[in-house]
């Protein structure tokens, strides 16, 4: 099972952008199809993005589409979700994946999370 260690994150104002990163482990990382996903207060939760493993493909759930982007990079196995034009409903605690047969689950392996807050 690989482990993955998220960084970034935080207090953003509307309209602004954030770069969630996410560093694996194992030397398998470049089979792994990586996702993203969120978890608002109260919600369950909900898929955000997720990538092929090697870049080739990427599926976005309609509420990002236009605005997020995810990425990787498999030297430094790392994926990234680059978020632009937050709004206040992005507010939630994000979570990578990694490690599925398809780009819409289900993962293997779940990072520890990372909580984006978007001011009105």
């Known amino acids: 099972q690989?482990?993955?260690?998220?960084?970034?994150?935080?207090?953003?104002?509307?309209?602004?952008?954030?770069?969630?990163?996410?560093?694996?482990?194992?030397?398998?990382?470049?089979?792994?199809?990586?996702?993203?996903?969120?978890q608002a207060p109260g919600k369950e939760r909900e898929f955000v993005a997720a990538i092929s493993w090697n870049g080739g493909s990427t599926y976005y759930a309609d509420s990002v589409k236009g605005r997020f982007t995810i990425s990787r990079d498999n030297p430094k196995k790392t994926v990234y979700l680059q978020m632009n034009s937050l709004k206040p409903e992005d507010t939630a605690v994000y979570y990578c994946a990694a490690d599925s047969p398809t780009l819409?689950?289900?993962?293997?392996?779940?990072?520890?999370?990372?909580?984006v807050t978007v001011s009105s």
């Open 104 to 115: 819409l689950g289900p993962f293997a392996s779940w990072g520890q999370g990372t909580q």
């Open 2 to 38: 690989v482990q993955l260690v998220q960084s970034g994150g935080g207090l953003v104002q509307a309209g602004g952008s954030l770069r969630l990163s996410c560093a694996a482990s194992g030397r398998t990382f470049s089979t792994y199809t990586m996702g993203w996903f969120r």
